[in-house]
């Protein structure tokens, strides 16, 4: 199985800050790779897919970048509706998993 | 607009079973994989299986392989996922998932609204 490894877990930030989430995978997955934002009590919304492209809505703000193993989701100017749970997924094979999960929170 | 409605969750005792259900609409079903993601209390999101769009090939989860089944009706835009023998460890919030670009580079990209499951004595 292909292990994703998310760092940090969690990080505290202040409106306007720019944030970087980064995910590594255990062996190559190409550009296989999404990321997703989770706010307590809802659904996971879709933010980048395939590594670098943005889901329809999504404030430009929201950038990923990365191939291979090592992946970047980069928030630009952080808002306060940012603050929620992100993870990354490879969809290079199956099972598909996911990372453990960053939680960004207000400083 | 695309709908995910999942139904059918609710407490079950350990080694029980329960079918959840999920009713798509806003899209052309029969078009798409369709997969199940579950979020334990506290826990991160966990893939559970996705099906194919002609609904010939599926693919699990090592956790619950053996245990769950999950099927298509193309003809009713409907999912269900069939969990037999429960475990505490399933308890969790089950999203029913429109899976884009299977076969590629692929990803969820429409969630229900999710249901909880809960597996306790």
């Known amino acids: 199985d292909i292990q994703m490894t998310q760092s940090p877990s969690s990080l505290s930030a202040s409106v306007g800050d720019r944030v970087t989430i980064t995910c590594r995978a255990s062996?190559?997955?190409?550009?296989?790779l999404n990321w997703y934002q989770q706010k307590a009590g809802k659904a996971p919304k879709l933010l980048i897919y395939?590594?670098?492209s943005l889901q329809s809505g999504v404030p430009s703000r929201f950038s990923g970048s990365g191939s291979g193993t090592d992946f970047t989701l980069t928030l630009s100017s952080l808002q306060p509706e940012d603050f929620a749970t992100y993870y990354c997924?490879?969809?290079?094979?199956?099972?598909?998993?996911f990372g453990g999960g960053t939680k960004v929170e207000i400083k | 607009e695309v709908q995910l409605l999942e139904s059918g969750g609710g407490l079950e005792q350990p080694g029980g079973s329960l079918r959840l259900s999920c009713a798509a609409s806003g899209f052309t079903f029969r078009s798409y994989a369709m997969s199940w993601v579950r979020h334990a209390p506290g826990k991160g999101l966990d893939w559970v299986s996705s099906i194919v769009d002609s609904g010939y090939s599926t693919y699990y989860a090592d956790s619950v392989k053996g245990r769950f089944t999950i099927s298509r009706d193309n003809s009713k835009n409907t999912l269900w996922l069939q969990m037999n023998s429960l475990r505490a460890e399933d308890t969790a919030v089950y999203y029913c998932?429109?899976?884009?670009?299977?076969?590629?580079?692929?990803?969820?990209?429409?969630w229900g609204q999710g249901i909880l499951v809960t597996v306790s004595s």
């Open positions: 997924q490879q969809s290079y094979t199956t099972p598909l998993t």
């Open positions: 395939a590594a670098s």
């Open positions: 062996q190559s997955i190409s550009n296989y």
């Open positions: 998932v429109l899976s884009s670009g299977w076969g590629g580079p692929s990803y969820f990209d429409y």
